[in-house]
Nanobody
Framework: QEQLVESGGGSVQAGGSLRLSCAVS????????VAWFRQAPGKEREGVAA???????TFYAGSVKGRFTMSQDNASTVHLEMNSLQPEDTAIYYC???????????????????WGQGTQVTVSS
């Protein structure tokens, strides 16, 4: 069964850190781009970070660059290390995946057809 399963959400005070993980399973072949999106109440979903799992190339939204770091154990497990969290980072965080041929498309937030169920991140001031 194809699935993306997020873990690691929770509550933290401003300035704190959290680490999210996404387990990718059941795809053959595995998607070569895995990303994190988030959606805050009343706001549109936005891309946060992405990684090309074959070459390790990453891409970050401007709002998180320098605070969030995406990494991977392998093509099946990716992580999002979130530091210096602020209340505006509060959202449901979703893992998503896609296949691309051109590595430059890791910088596009489009064409993600595979999604996890999401995990809540709450940052209090």
């Amino acid at each position: 069964q194809e699935q993306l399963v997020e873990s690691g959400g929770g509550s933290v005070q401003a300035g704190g850190s959290l680490r999210l993980s996404c387990a990718v399973s059941g795809y053959n072949p595995s998607p070569n781009v895995v990303a994190w999106f988030r959606q805050a109440p009343g706001k549109e979903r936005e891309g946060v970070a992405a990684i090309h799992t074959a070459i390790g190339r990453t891409f970050y939204a401007g709002s998180v660059k320098g605070r969030f770091t995406m990494s991977q154990d392998n093509a099946s497990t990716v992580h999002l290390e979130m530091n210096s969290l602020q209340p505006e980072d509060t959202a449901i965080y979703y893992c998503a995946a896609k296949y691309i041929f051109n590595p430059d498309y890791v910088e596009s937030w489009s064409h993600y057809y595979y999604w996890g169920q999401g995990t809540q991140v709450t940052v209090s001031s």
